[in-house]
T-cell receptor
Framework: QKEVEQNSGPLSVPEGAIASLNCTYSDRGSQSFFWYRQYSGKSPELIMSIYSNGDKEDGRFTAQLNKASQYVSLLIRDSQPSDSATYLCAVKRGDTGFQKLVFGTGTRLLVSP | GAVVSQHPSRVICKSGTSVKIECRSLDFQATTMFWYRQFPKQSLMLMATSNEGSKATYEQGVEKDKFLINHASLTLSTLTVTSAHPEDSSFYIC?????????????FGPGTRLLVL
C-alpha cells in the first residue's frame, strides 16, 4: 500500500464547475497535510495546508481533512481553465522537526472552456 | 508565500563534467532544505534532506558521492552532480522549510533543468 494515494486522473470538469480532488494516506501518525499545484514543466506551488479535522477555505479552494478516515480532499469552486494542472497531495508526520513530505503521485485536472 | 530561488534555471553540459546547482531562501532562514528530482511525466522523487551545518541525509538508492550536498548557511544549499552522465538529465528541484509559529511549510524553488550530452 502506498503511503499517500491519489487517483492519477485525468479529472475533467467544465469551466465553472466544482473540481473535487481526493487523497488517502496510510500513516495514522500524520499531522500535517498539504496540497500543491504543479503546472507542466514547472515546480510545485503550495495551495493549502491543513492540520485539523474539518474544512479550511481560501478563496476558491477548500481543503477537507478527516483523520479518522485518513482522507484529505481539495475542492476547487468555479474551476477555470488556468486551474488545469497536476495537484499533489503531501503528508508529514509531524508539524516541526525537519521532517520530509510524503507525496502522492498527483491527480491531473483538466478544466475545459 | 515564501520565496525560494534556484540557479541556474537550465544547464547543458558534457558527459563527465560536474554541475553545481544553488538553492536560496530569499526571505526566510531555512535550517532544512530538500532536493528532489523529477523525470518527465513522473512523480517527484526526494533525493536528500539537507540540514544546515551537518551532513545531508540521502534517500535509499541515491549515491551520496555522486550528488554532493552542502548546506553552508541558513539561506543556501548546493547540489553538485559529479561526473554527470546522460541518465542524470532531469529536472532538479529544491525546497526549503519555513517555520511559522510551530508549523513548518515547505516551499519549492523554480527548478533546474539539466541536460547532459
Amino acid at each position: 500500500q502506498k503511503e499517500v494515494e491519489q487517483n492519477s486522473g485525468p479529472l475533467s470538469v467544465p469551466e465553472g464547475a466544482i473540481a473535487s480532488l481526493n487523497c488517502t494516506y496510510s500513516d495514522r501518525g500524520s499531522q500535517s497535510f498539504f496540497w500543491y499545484r504543479q503546472y507542466s514543466g514547472k515546480s510545485p506551488e503550495l495551495i493549502m495546508s491543513i492540520y485539523s479535522n474539518g474544512d479550511k477555505e481560501d478563496g476558491r479552494f477548500t481543503a477537507q481533512l478527516n483523520k479518522a478516515s485518513q482522507y484529505v480532499s481539495l475542492l476547487i469552486r468555479d474551476s477555470q481553465p488556468s486551474d488545469s494542472a497536476t495537484y499533489l497531495c503531501a503528508v508529514k508526520r509531524g508539524d516541526t522537526g525537519f521532517q520530509k513530505l510524503v507525496f502522492g503521485t498527483g491527480t491531473r485536472l483538466l478544466v475545459s472552456p | 508565500g515564501a520565496v525560494v530561488s534556484q540557479h541556474p534555471s537550465r544547464v547543458i553540459c558534457k558527459s563527465g563534467t560536474s554541475v553545481k546547482i544553488e538553492c536560496r531562501s530569499l526571505d526566510f532562514q531555512a535550517t532544512t532544505m530538500f532536493w528532489y528530482r523529477q523525470f518527465p511525466k513522473q512523480s517527484l522523487m526526494l533525493m536528500a534532506t539537507s540540514n544546515e551545518g551537518s551532513k545531508a541525509t540521502y534517500e535509499q538508492g541515491v549515491e551520496k558521492d555522486k550528488f554532493l550536498i552542502n548546506h553552508a548557511s541558513l539561506t543556501l544549499s548546493t547540489l553538485t552532480v559529479t561526473s554527470a552522465h546522460p541518465e542524470d538529465s532531469s529536472f532538479y528541484i529544491c525546497s526549503a522549510d519555513r517555520l511559522a509559529g510551530i508549523k513548518e511549510t515547505q516551499y519549492f524553488g523554480p527548478g533546474t533543468r539539466l541536460l547532459v550530452l
